[in-house]
């Protein structure tokens, strides 16, 4: 069975600090890895994509990926209380032309004023 | 901006009565999915829809669910006799081509079983 894990929090951080979102998968050949934020009752909002190993910057956000390791991380800098909701780690499988995303239950973040 | 649409926003509908959920997705998009959410669980993969066929499913979509692509832009889920165990938020995804294209989210529906 294919998993992604994640911890269910809730992590809470003060406005302006950075907040730390951290995945695992148990996927060795999975090819790609998305961080979708998802507000209460909301659906599931694209953040950023990534597919190689090391960083990748967008703005506040940062997606980190290390393969060997089978992690993925979210790093979301200056944090504002419109950043709270929870945040998804979803994976792309390996097999054929496999295209589901295999998600994590999401880490529930709180940015406090 | 494209956006992916779905209604109805919120379905209740009676045990063993059959539903249909629809989809608009992104107009240039070439895959399409349904994905469900139950109330604080994952989100879990139901099916993806590739050239006019079913490209995969899981073991939650089962004969009870069925795809449909009826016109060029339409993309309908059917649950033909829903239990209380359907009750959750379908969400409607799209991806363009490539190996590593993301997926984009309708607003979903929410379905509640009686």
């Known amino acids: 069975q294919k998993e992604v894990e994640q911890n269910s929090g809730p992590l809470s951080v003060p406005e302006g600090a950075i907040a730390s979102l951290n995945c695992t998968y148990s996927?060795?050949?999975?090819?790609?890895f998305f961080w979708y934020r998802q507000y209460s009752g909301k659906s599931p909002e694209l953040i950023m994509f990534?597919?190689s190993n090391g960083d990748k910057e967008d703005g506040r956000f940062t997606a980190q990926l290390n393969k060997a390791s089978q992690y993925v991380s979210l790093l979301i800098r200056d944090s504002q209380p419109s950043d709270s909701a929870t945040y998804l780690c979803?994976?792309?499988?390996?097999?054929?032309?496999?295209?589901?995303?295999?998600w994590g239950l999401g880490t529930s973040l709180a940015v406090n004023p | 901006e494209p956006e992916v649409t779905q209604t109805p926003s919120h379905q209740v509908t009676q045990m063993g009565q059959e539903v249909i959920l629809r989809c608009v997705p992104i107009?240039?998009?070439?895959?399409f999915y349904w994905y469900r959410q139950i109330l604080g669980q994952k989100v879990e993969f139901l099916v993806s829809?590739?050239?006019?066929?079913?490209?995969?499913k899981s073991e939650i979509f089962d004969d009870q669910f069925s795809v449909e692509r009826p016109d060029g832009s339409n993309f309908t889920l059917k649950i033909r006799s829903t239990k209380l165990e359907d009750s959750a938020m379908y969400f409607c995804?799209?991806?363009?081509?490539?190996?590593?294209?993301?997926?984009?989210f309708g607003q979903g529906t929410r379905l509640t079983v009686v």
């Open positions: 995804a799209s991806s363009g081509q490539g190996t590593s294209t993301e997926a984009f």
């Open positions: 107009s240039n998009h070439l895959y």
């Open positions: 979803a994976v792309r499988g390996s097999a054929g032309n496999n295209r589901k995303l295999i």
């Open positions: 829809f590739y050239n006019n066929e079913i490209s995969e």
């Open positions: 996927d060795r050949g999975s090819q790609s």
């Open positions: 990534i597919y």
